[in-house]
């Protein structure tokens, strides 16, 4: 007999069919009701036994945990809060779970908790919840580009550069680190290397997403990007997933402009067809809001807060206009800021970005023609001579979720820039390249995958929105 999915079965009119279900016991009551969930759907199917039917051995075996294969009825549920049940007829236990040892009870456990036993976790409302949504994510993703004829293209993950300088990269090598081979100076001789060089995992896909953009036209990236600083924060993984769209003949608006349209749709697209699971967050966010004080509370709760990006423009602000506002603002005049703002070029930090969002404008931001010193060397330079053409875009909540830019298209001006900043110019021959052959004004930008989701779940922290979270001191599972 075929199993049929409990989120399919909630659809059906309950008219005494026989159904087979199979799934994880949640709960276990009174002998007799049994709440299993096969991960399909947030929601519960009770089953329920007649009294007696089941002998003291099965009876003993269907605890939290256990995996189980029932086939029953589906009838009208006489109870509250569901529309079905089923009438069991047969039961067999497909895998025990020893209820002493099983590490999830059925009650509250802290999210810390729940890291260490990221192989059992899934089973959690909470966070099979996340994971629902995020795999709702990247397929909107997909479709959001497919429909407006953007081709996905796969950038390598091991690469030979650090052109980017993004940020520290690890390495990747098949040398014997207790015995490398060396070169007459004594130096690690990376000849002798898998790839016959220095290679490291990439920080970033957009190099040679560019490369694509001025052939295509319209690419995305979306895959894996690693990072080896050491952040320990709610908001940095050292393994992270990163959505790059890469556009040729787009300047810095068109830029700003399509990663509005795309946030929006991703967010309205999380609403309509996620909402089984945004409800239950949107409860699990108020509950751990009510624990925080006042002050720290957010004004919306999660479900208003993704309307409100659905429905309201971003505010658009030059790097200087947000330097005025937060030199004028409260927390800086009183000295409540950490890093003062008080000239002109400094970089801004992550409670300034939240500043402009959360309590100046209210709303999501885009930050553009940032001071050149501070940003990449491929940013677009300006006719001031003073900024580029980069992009930030900033959420309540979250700070930094996309960063992006007009992209240097002026060989001269490139190659100034990759001086002037002491990159290796001679392994970013292809990159330049592309500025002599045919180039053409392109821009793009990087949407960071887990901080999207962090904003779509309102979970506060970026470990809880991937499967095996990857940070300083962590790489268990
Ligand atoms: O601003 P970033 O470093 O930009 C780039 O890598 C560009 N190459 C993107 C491009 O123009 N194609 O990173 C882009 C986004 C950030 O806005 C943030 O959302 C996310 O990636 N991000 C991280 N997410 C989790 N953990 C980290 N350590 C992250 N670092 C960046
Ligand atoms: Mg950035």
């Not at 509250?108 to 260490?116: A, G, I, Q, T």
């Not at 002599?436 to 962090?454: D, N, T, Y």
Request: net charge negative; proline share 4%.
């Amino acid at each position: 007999m075929k199993r049929t999915k409990i989120k399919e079965l909630l659809h059906l009119q309950p008219a005494g069919q026989t159904i087979k279900v199979q799934g994880w016991v949640r709960t276990f009551r009174n002998n007799q009701f049994i709440a299993v969930n096969d991960g399909s759907t947030i929601l519960n199917l009770q089953a329920v036994t007649a009294l007696d039917s089941l002998d003291e051995n099965t009876l003993k075996r269907i605890t939290t945990g256990a995996c189980l294969s029932i086939v029953g009825e589906l009838i009208p549920s006489p109870a509250k809060g569901q529309a079905v049940e089923l009438k069991v007829t047969s039961l067999e236990i497909l895998g025990d779970s020893d209820a002493e040892k099983f590490p999830l009870q059925p009650k509250k456990h802290s999210l810390e908790f729940l890291r260490e036993i990221a192989h059992l976790r899934a089973r959690t409302n909470t966070i099979s919840a996340v994971m629902r949504t995020r795999h709702a994510m990247a397929f909107a993703v997909h479709k959001f580009f497919n429909d407006r004829g953007f081709f996905y293209i796969n950038t390598p993950i091991v690469t030979g550069s650090d052109a980017e300088g993004a940020g520290d990269m690890f390495r990747v090598t098949t040398l014997d680190i207790n015995n490398p081979p060396r070169d007459e100076h004594g130096h690690i001789n990376h000849k002798e290397d898998f790839f016959g060089r220095e290679t490291n995992l990439t920080v970033s896909g957009q190099l040679e997403g560019e490369t694509y953009a001025l052939a295509l036209s319209d690419i995305y990236t979306f895959g894996p990007t690693f990072r080896a600083e050491n952040s320990n924060t709610t908001r940095h993984l050292a393994e992270f997933w990163m959505i790059e769209p890469e556009m040729a003949f787009y300047d810095i608006h068109d830029n700003m402009q399509l990663a509005t349209d795309l946030l929006q749709y991703l967010v309205k697209y999380a609403l309509d067809n996620c909402a089984d699971d945004l409800e239950f967050l949107n409860k699990r966010a108020l509950e751990e809001e009510a624990s925080k004080p006042q002050e720290q509370r957010s004004e919306l709760g999660l479900l208003d807060r993704l309307k409100f990006v659905v429905e309201n423009e971003f505010q658009k602000l030059s790097y200087t206009e947000a330097i005025e506002i937060l030199k004028n603002s409260n927390p800086n005049k009183k000295k409540k800021f950490q890093y003062l703002i008080d000239q002109w070029g400094v970089d801004l930090q992550s409670e300034h970005e939240r500043y402009l969002v959360e309590k100046h404008f209210k709303k999501p931001v885009i930050l553009y023609n940032y001071p050149k010193g501070i940003k990449a060397f491929y940013m677009r330079q300006n006719e001031d001579d003073k900024t580029v053409a980069a992009m930030d875009v900033l959420f309540p909540g979250i700070g930094e979720i996309i960063g992006g830019s007009q992209r240097e298209e002026r060989y001269e001006n490139l190659l100034q820039r990759v001086r002037e900043m002491n990159l290796p110019e001679k392994e970013l021959w292809w990159y330049l390249d592309l500025r002599k052959f045919g180039s053409a004004p392109h821009s793009g930008f990087g949407l960071g995958f887990e901080r999207l989701i962090q904003f779509v779940t309102g979970m506060t922290n970026i470990r809880d929105v991937i499967p095996f979270p990857r940070f300083p001191g962590n790489a268990e599972f």
